[in-house]
């Protein structure tokens, strides 16, 4: 397949109107490259944009801090440019945030799942903008686990949280920038938007087909196969499990210190689901849960991507951990009245129905109606046809 350009490229190349003579800021991190692997910050210096300010979500602008610690507002250090954190004292732009901009620019590298803080970082800074009458851009990038695809459960918006704030399911099949149009429209932020889109990329692709070079967006998601991963092993996160953190394969190995590998690896291959294997594997997490500690528990092979189901896959690991092994499963203890799984499953009826024992397939079905009426509304904003 052809070569993809981002839609930075194409704001540099055919969109550069949108910026002469504005105070600009940026909303980034390491990901946001041209497909030569510039940065977003040189490449628009060197085309002679503006950059007043620049804005970072969960780990930083730069990619250096780990999962859920807040970070401060700072200068960057190269350009001297002031950075404002949008994962500390706020998630949401401030007046004063936006003071020294005209127009906002976001471009970060999504990887197609619900539970992703940079699509809610995006959705709060376009709410910003248009409460404070700053135009706001979207520079689009590829889905990396294709867009065509699309499974799970809509969010129960009493669940919401910066894990999951709107009504979408685990695994959206959308770019960043047609949800964008998607959440300004149906949601009535009536944001001054502009999505520029990316050149050359069908719905098809996975990010290897892109000819693009994959910026692991953020510390746990090193590869797209990690992005297809994650669709199926978040929900581990809302566990006393590992879901590979710490480890050099996060969201594809699954464990805890008190697991059986190999009956978790024979139980998960007599399903034969379809499009992945199970090996049972041993690894030791050099952070997060049971850090320091072997872990024992299954790696999950992609032996083919486009028949996979991630959301099966990770309910089947689920229920496989709690039927094998039910003195030490634990699902997360409760803060601030939610659990995380929930919050991460978008509602407590999947955590009910697992513990009921009720069939996989059963708890997947009574999502149709919801998904149906999901995939009728995004299909109005989809821009790669």
């Known amino acids: 397949m052809g070569k993809v350009r981002p839609g930075l490229e194409a704001l540099i190349e055919e969109n550069l109107d949108l910026v002469e003579g504005k105070r600009v800021g940026v909303v980034t991190n390491h990901s946001a490259v041209t497909s030569d692997c510039t940065h977003i910050v040189d490449a628009l210096l060197k085309a002679g944009v503006n950059i007043t300010a620049l804005y970072g979500p969960e780990h930083g602008v730069w990619g250096h801090v780990a999962d859920g610690q807040e970070i401060d507002s700072s200068k ?4 001297g440019i002031q950075v404002f954190s949008l994962y500390g004292a706020t998630r949401k732009p401030t007046p004063e945030m936006l003071e020294p901009i005209d127009v906002l620019i976001y471009d970060l590298q999504d990887v197609g799942a619900r539970f992703y803080t940079f699509t ?9 903008c248009a409460e404070n009458g700053k135009k706001f851009i979207v520079l689009d990038r590829p889905n990396p686990i294709n867009g065509v695809k699309v499974e799970g459960r809509i969010l129960d918006p009493r669940f919401a949280s910066f894990v999951g704030l709107h009504p979408i399911p685990f695994r959206h099949g959308m770019t960043i920038g047609e949800l964008a149009r998607m959440f300004n429209e149906e949601y009535g932020f009536k944001a001054d938007l502009e999505v520029v889109p990316c050149k050359g990329w069908e719905r098809c692709m996975w990010f290897d087909d892109t000819g693009l070079p994959f910026v692991w967006p953020s510390p746990n998601i090193p590869t797209w196969e990690s992005a297809l991963a ?5 929900l581990i996160e809302g566990t006393e499990l590992s879901e590979g953190r710490g480890t050099t394969k996060p ?7 008190w697991v059986d590998a190999f009956k978790m690896a024979d139980r998960l291959n007599s399903l034969e689901l379809a499009g992945v294997r199970f090996r049972a594997t041993y690894f030791i997490p050099l952070t997060s849960k049971h850090q320091g500690k072997p872990c024992a528990g299954v790696q999950i092979h992609i032996m083919d991507r486009d028949q996979v189901n991630a959301v099966e896959v990770g309910l089947h690991v689920v229920k496989t951990l709690q039927d094998l092994h039910p003195g030490d499963f634990k699902y997360r203890e409760r803060t601030d009245g939610v659990n995380h799984f929930d919050r991460l499953a978008g509602s407590d009826d999947v955590q009910n129905s697992l513990v009921a024992g009720v069939a996989i397939k059963e708890i997947m079905d009574s999502w149709a109606d919801e998904l149906a009426k999901f995939l009728e509304t995004r299909w109005s904003y989809l821009q790669y046809r």
């Open 230 to 234: 994650f669709v199926a092993t978040c």
């Open 120 to 128: 809610y970082t995006m959705s709060y800074c376009m709410q910003a």
């Open 76 to 79: 960057d250090p190269r350009t």
């Open 251 to 257: 969201f594809e190995m699954v464990g805890a210190p």
